[in-house]
């Protein structure tokens, strides 16, 4: 028991360590990722775009806590799409790590894998694991694609970490995507509040916006049913 008590701790320090001493450069590759977004934007619907740029921005203004970043070929490998590591491209926790191919991809099935050559920018998840960094939150996943002249996805590069408290405590009306997301949802007519001052106290009261994000308009839909109840019961 004591000899894996010992091993928990290496990996936390280890893992502390990475993460402390990329954090500069993970900071750097995002405003070199932004960096060549303006200046050579791939061939996508510009409000997209914008949204997308946006959100990144608002990440890097205090909003993630970067605990690792990699990037990505997106290949066919026996007749399958894989994520293939580009060598040295690691930094912070993903630094030492050896694998060819994303585990986590591999993983899902050949129908979300699909998914990968969607022409969408970023794609934006919650790992499946735990955070060794910063406090045991589930892992935010947030994966920036890269494109070809023609408009085919390629790879991707995928940030590893978790929202700060800052962004769990911004109103979500003023975070990139989410804001979209509200008012696309609010505008078809998904969310059954009749009270309006209601309905606006309530969206402005996500106890977990950031969240919200990765969930299509039904999922954000149920959501917010939820927390309407919440506060109308409080």
Same mark, same amino acid.
Not at 93 to 100: G, I, K, L, M, P
Not at 144 to 172: C, E, H, M, Q, W
């Given at each position: !028991?004591?000899?894996?008590?010992?091993?928990?701790? =290496?990996? #936390?320090?280890? $893992?502390?360590?990475?993460?402390?001493?990329?954090?500069?450069?993970?900071?750097?590759?995002?405003?070199? !990722?932004?960096?060549?977004?303006?200046?050579?934007?791939?061939?996508? $619907?510009?409000? =997209?775009?914008?949204?997308?740029?946006?959100?990144?921005?608002? /990440?890097? $203004?205090?909003?993630?806590?970067?605990?690792?970043?990699?990037?990505?070929?997106?290949?066919?490998?026996?007749? %399958?799409?894989?994520?293939?590591?580009?060598?040295?491209?690691?930094?912070? #926790?993903? +630094? %030492?790590?050896?694998?060819?191919?994303?585990?986590?991809? @591999?993983?899902?099935?050949?129908?979300?894998?699909?998914?990968?050559?969607?022409?969408?920018?970023?794609?934006?998840?919650?790992?499946? /694991?735990?955070?060794?960094?910063?406090?045991?939150?589930?892992?935010?996943?947030?994966?920036?694609?890269?494109? $070809?002249?023609?408009?085919?996805?390629?790879?991707?590069? +995928?940030?590893?970490?978790?929202?700060?408290? @800052?962004?769990?405590?911004?109103?979500? +009306?003023? !975070?990139?995507?989410?804001? =979209?997301?509200?008012? @696309?949802?609010?505008?078809?007519?998904?969310?059954?509040?009749?009270?309006?001052?209601?309905?606006?106290?309530?969206?402005?009261?996500?106890?977990?916006?950031?969240?919200?994000?990765?969930?299509?308009?039904?999922?954000?839909?149920?959501? !917010?049913?939820?927390?309407?109840? %919440?506060?109308?019961?409080?």
């Amino acid at each position: !028991i004591l000899e894996g008590i010992v091993s928990d701790i =290496e990996v #936390v320090l280890h $893992d502390v360590a990475a993460a402390v001493g990329d954090w500069r450069a993970m900071k750097t590759k995002l405003e070199e !990722i932004l960096a060549e977004l303006r200046s050579s934007p791939p061939p996508l $619907d510009r409000e =997209e775009l914008d949204n997308g740029l946006a959100f990144l921005e608002w /990440m890097g $203004d205090n909003h993630f806590t970067f605990l690792g970043y990699r990037e990505y070929e997106l290949v066919e490998n026996y007749g %399958e799409d894989q994520l293939r590591a580009v060598a040295q491209s690691g930094l912070g #926790v993903q +630094r %030492e790590q050896s694998n060819a191919f994303s585990k986590t991809f @591999a993983s899902l099935p050949a129908d979300v894998r699909r998914m990968a050559h969607d022409r969408h920018l970023l794609v934006i998840t919650k790992a499946n /694991m735990r955070a060794t960094v910063h406090r045991p939150g589930y892992l935010d996943h947030i994966g920036i694609k890269r494109f $070809d002249a023609t408009g085919k996805v390629v790879g991707v590069r +995928r940030f590893r970490g978790l929202y700060t408290s @800052a962004a769990y405590n911004r109103s979500p +009306r003023s !975070i990139p995507l989410l804001r =979209e997301k509200i008012v @696309a949802t609010s505008s078809a007519r998904m969310v059954v509040i009749t009270d309006r001052s209601k309905q606006n106290t309530m969206l402005g009261r996500f106890p977990l916006p950031v969240e919200v994000i990765p969930f299509g308009l039904e999922a954000t839909r149920r959501k !917010i049913a939820r927390r309407s109840e %919440e506060h109308t019961s409080e």
